[in-house]
């Protein structure tokens, strides 16, 4: 890397919802198919705020937009009863294979104990290893929109 990466509210930089309501729609489309591209776009126009959950950042390296996060307070249909959430965790094709997945969990992790956070969950189709390097524990397993995912939580 020839830079080092930064995270920054994606409500500095709106202009590039679409690009990554597109990512986004490609990646997970089929657990939400009662959405279009469009609404993924609606969903992250709706986290463009400072300080207060819902809340997305954007991965930024050598000056582009090469990844995502987001904190929100429902990431699935069923499960409602929990919150907040780790959602949209992405990096771009190319920035991938780099160490970049592990810093930007790690910095959305101490954005949310700055925000007094003091639990968060998430749902993953295939990485809950991933996440158990940061503490994240497995809290149920369940069949999602026909993909078995793995709930999980952590907390400071």
Do not use: C
């Not at 919150?83 to 992790?109: C, D, E, F, H, T």
Request: net charge negative.
């Amino acid at each position: 890397m020839s830079n080092k990466p930064t995270l920054t509210l994606l409500k500095h930089y709106p202009e590039h919802i679409p690009e990554i309501a597109k990512w986004h729609f490609q990646e997970w489309g089929e657990l939400f198919p009662e959405k279009s591209e469009a609404d993924f776009a609606s969903d992250l126009a709706a986290t463009l705020n400072d300080g207060t959950v819902p809340l997305s950042w954007v991965l930024m390296l050598d000056e582009q937009v090469v990844g995502t996060a987001s904190i929100l307070l429902d990431d699935m249909q069923t499960n409602r009863d929990l919150s907040p959430w780790l959602a949209n965790i992405y990096l771009a094709p190319a920035a991938r294979g780099k160490g970049l997945g592990k810093w930007l969990v790690q910095q959305v992790m101490l954005q949310a104990q700055q925000l007094g956070l003091t639990k968060l969950y998430l749902f993953t189709e295939d990485k809950p290893e991933f996440y158990q390097q940061f503490g994240w524990q497995p809290l149920k397993q369940e069949r999602y929109e026909g993909t078995l995912v793995t709930i999980m939580y952590w907390h400071n």
